[in-house]
Structures are given as structure tokens and as C-alpha cells.
């Protein structure tokens, strides 16, 4: 089923969305307060001869939405009216999640996808970029491979005892944080790809 621009318009813009953020409100404004922009990159959206809509799709709840979507913010503040966001939740518009099911079955957030003045789309990105998806594979496998108390990586994190959870999520967010520059770099990389050819 394709967007139209009726049901783009649906959704909130990033400031509406911050205000209903009932979760990781804090940790999403220190993203966005540490994303520092190289002006080139900046300059190859604000250069865009029309603006382009940016469909997102988000819960608050979502590490990569805390990491990725205060950078897409960011950007559209500052090329001057040139990306049109509007951000969607998830649990609440299952018509579009499942439009941009990661690997055609996971329900992954976030998901940005780029639309011309018209609605056809330019490209999206689902969760993260690759490079991202890799590095942060290997540092959670060091992160593990430095605590056995943590046990199996296989494991998902909501079975481990509460204490160790917690323990664990710390250093899970703190390597989060130590990578931030080149996640930012990453994202801000894809989403440039996805509008490289709008302009030529």
C-alpha cells in the first residue's frame, strides 16, 4: 500500500513527538545535544532543490530509535525546511511497519524512508547501518567476553537475574555512547546515500 501525502500528514512532527516520549526522555535529548554536524553534510540537504518528506517510524522504548532519530532531527533543523519529518508509532500503524519489515519478517525500528514532493520513494534505512550493526556485534561480544558473569551471549538480556541485567544494559549503553561519533557519522552517511541521486 503506498503513503500518500494524506496519510503522511498523520503523523506527529519530531518535536510532537519528544512531547508524548513517556520513556529514555533524557537520554534522547543528550543525543541530540551531542550530535555535531559536518557542514558538508548539512549542505547536501539544505542544497536540495525541493524538500523531501521523511516517513519515520518509532517507539521510545527502542535503543536504536534513542540513537538514530535525534541525528535525522537534527539534520532537518538545520537544512532549513528541506527534510519534512513526520514520525509514526510502531505498535500503533502496523500498516506501514509492515511495508519495511527488516529481512522481509522483523518488525525493526527505526525505520526512515524518504519520499520526493510526490511520494515516490527515494530509499529507506531500517534500524541501523550494517557498518553499525557490526561494530556494535563486536563490542558487546568483547563486553561479554570480559564478564562471564553476564553468561551466554545467545541469552537475551530480559532472561538474565535482574541485577546482572541491569549491569549489563549499564555497559551496553556506555559502549553506546563511547561509539556515538562514528554511529552519528554512519547514519548520517546512509541517509546521504538514500538522497546522493535527488539532486543530480
Given amino acids: 500500500m503506498a503513503v500518500t501525502a494524506e496519510r ?3 503523523g506527529m512532527t519530531y518535536e510532537e513527538y519528544r512531547e508524548q516520549m513517556t520513556r529514555n526522555r533524557e537520554r534522547f535529548d543528550q543525543t541530540e545535544a551531542a550530535v555535531q554536524l559536518d557542514p558538508a553534510d548539512v549542505q547536501a540537504f539544505s542544497s536540495q532543490p525541493q524538500p523531501l518528506n521523511v516517513l519515520v ?3 521510545d522504548w527502542c535503543g536504536d530509535v534513542i540513537s538514530n532519530l535525534p541525528v535525522l532531527g537534527k539534520l532537518a533543523a538545520a537544512s532549513g525546511g528541506k527534510l519534512n519529518v513526520r514520525v ?3 505498535d500503533q500503524n502496523l500498516d506501514l511497519i509492515d511495508q519495511y519489515l527488516k529481512e522481509g519478517k522483523f518488525r525493526s525500528i527505526p525505520v526512515f524512508v524518504f ?3 510526490d511520494f515516490n520513494e527515494l530509499g529507506h534505512m531500517i534500524e ?3 557498518s553499525v550493526t557490526q561494530m556494535l556485534a563486536e563490542k558487546r561480544a568483547a563486553i561479554y567476553a570480559s564478564n562471564p558473569q553476564y553468561g551466554d551471549p545467545s ?3 530480559d532472561q538474565m537475574p535482574e541485577d546482572v541485567r541491569a549491569a549489563f544494559m549499564q555497559e551496553v549503553n556506555q559502549m553506546r555512547e563511547d561509539s556515538r561519533t562514528e554511529i552519528n557519522s554512519a547514519v548520517v552517511r546512509d541517509l546521504h546515500q538514500i538522497i546522493r541521486g535527488v539532486a543530480a
Fill in 128 to 130: 541501523r547501518p550494517a
Fill in 57 to 59: 517510524i518509532a517507539e
Fill in 8 to 10: 503522511f500528514n498523520q
Fill in 155 to 157: 541469552t537475551p538480556p
Fill in 115 to 117: 519520499f520526493d514532493q
Fill in 88 to 90: 509514526f508509532l510502531r
